[in-house]
């Protein structure tokens, strides 16, 4: 009996440390595990070729219905020139930051969609702000908030309030880097317990590292009977495998420089409530900025979270055994 209560604590342990290194580190977006170097929008004026092929990134922002206190949304280095960022003739290039809540900033279809079109800014405007060239926000912070849990949209699929932040490349043609964090302090970045952030199309630069791995984290709803991943501007330059609880490294197709490639892959019924890991292995140190979404048989977008829901997933080997009498 005590052998057997040591073999479950054991088998618990590994559990509780990620819940407690995940608490830790999951309001950042990218989270450390993605590792994915920064987020990237182009000014509108940019060659898509250079890996953005709309200019512009949604993120939402998901606060457990439990919370009252007042939270808020960080962005590191918001503006475009110096440090992190990507000059192409000269910084010429203003981001313009939309923050937004309410009824509809999550439910409308548009707001969920791959490309920024229709109603995909819906819901109620709660702040927007403008960077071009600004040394007092290059490689720092700038801070949307205190905002009310109550101000984001209540969506009951995640049991939780949504806040909205759509990131534009108004005008010029260089590539804004940055990075977010959810926070219960505006000057601190400290976790929101239970929050976490997810895109339904990632717009990113890739560690440029050869060899590097990145795990990109769509989430599998119950209905979902394939997938089909879609990726822009890879460069040929990544080896593309999913890994879930029932697929030990299936090979994706991956694009090419300022083309669309994409692969479809059938869904099993034990990966249904829980997340994939689209890994990435870099081909070289190139700098590589591209393009991700991953949609259902019904081309509807699936949500990619900084914190996959069920954890990073784990391959699960079954043996079939057959006893004769």
């Known amino acids: 009996m005590v052998l057997s209560f040591l073999r479950v604590v054991r088998g618990l342990l590994p559990l509780v440390l990620l819940s407690i290194v995940l608490g830790a580190q999951g309001q950042a977006v990218p989270n450390p595990g993605e590792n994915v170097a920064f987020l990237v929008t182009f000014g509108s004026q940019a060659d898509k070729s250079w890996g953005d092929d709309d200019f512009t990134q949604t993120f939402f922002f998901l606060i457990p219905k439990e919370n009252r ?33 309410g009824a509809g900033a999550h439910s409308t279809p548009d707001a969920r969609a791959t490309e920024p079109k229709g109603r995909f800014r819906a819901g109620t405007l709660l702040k927007q702000v403008k960077f071009g060239a600004d040394k007092s926000y290059d490689n720092k912070w700038y801070t949307f908030g205190p905002l009310n849990p109550l101000e984001g949209e209540f969506v009951p699929e995640f049991n939780g309030y949504v806040f909205k932040l759509v990131t534009q490349g108004k ?17 601190q970045n400290v976790a929101v317990e239970g929050g976490n952030a997810f895109t339904y199309e990632y717009s990113f630069r890739l560690s440029p590292q050869k060899r ?14 394939s997938i089909k991943q879609s990726n822009f501007d890879v460069d040929g330059d990544v080896a593309l495998k999913i890994f879930s609880v ?10 090419g420089d300022n083309a669309w490639a994409s692969s479809t892959h059938l869904i099993a019924d034990k990966e249904h409530g829980l997340s994939l890991d689209l890994q990435l292995t870099s081909l070289s140190k190139a700098t590589n900025d591209l393009v991700f979404y991953v949609t259902d048989q019904y081309d509807v977008a699936l949500p990619f979270f900084a914190v996959p829901l069920g954890g990073p997933p784990r391959y699960r080997y079954e043996v079939d055994v057959k006893i004769r009498k």
Do not use: M
């Open 69 to 101: 206190q007042p939270v808020y949304i960080r962005v590191f280095d918001p503006d475009c020139g110096g440090q992190h960022d990507e000059a192409k003739y000269g910084w010429n290039t203003t981001t313009e930051f939309s923050l937004y809540g």
């Open 171 to 187: 005008s010029g043609d260089d590539g804004n880097l940055y990075r977010y964090f959810l926070s219960t302090s505006p000057t």
């Open 212 to 225: 590097a791995k990145t795990h990109l984290y769509p989430f599998v709803n119950d209905h979902v009977v």
């Open 246 to 255: 029932a697929k030990n490294g299936h090979p994706a197709k991956a694009s």
